[in-house]
């Protein structure tokens, strides 16, 4: 089970931090990864990280702003959003997968969302 918390209400240029904890198994060896829906539009990838951590990648429009990290100890995930826009107002999912991918498909776990309002 995936629980993403830290989401609220924030206004444009402010900055949020996301946390996702995992429970009931450890996801150590899997890449963890944030991905986000905003209302009338399609879910889409945000950043993921593998394993080790040592590797990340991220949508263009957060390269810069975003930062994701993983703790292994914790069995956590967090997104550290930085000079938030409006368009960034959405729901934040974290996922857990097998494959490091930006594609959904790749993902077997998904927590149940936190929602990100940007207000201008």
């Known amino acids: 089970q995936l629980q993403a918390f830290g989401g609220g209400l924030v206004q444009a240029w402010g900055s949020l931090r996301l946390s996702c904890a995992a429970s009931?198994?450890?996801?150590?060896?899997?890449?963890m990864g944030w991905f986000r829906q905003a209302p009338g539009k399609e879910r889409e990838f945000v950043a993921t990280?593998?394993?080790?951590?040592?590797?990340?990648s991220y949508a263009d429009s957060m390269k810069g702003r975003f930062t994701i990290s993983r703790d292994n100890a914790k069995n956590t995930v967090s997104l550290q959003m930085n000079s938030l826009k409006p368009e960034d107002t959405a729901v934040y999912y974290c996922a857990v997968g097998s494959r490091y991918s930006s594609s959904m498909t790749d993902y077997d776990y998904w927590g149940q969302g936190t929602q990100v309002t940007v207000s201008s």
């Open positions: 990280i593998s394993s080790s951590g040592g590797t990340k």
């Open positions: 009931g198994r450890t996801f150590t060896r899997y890449i």
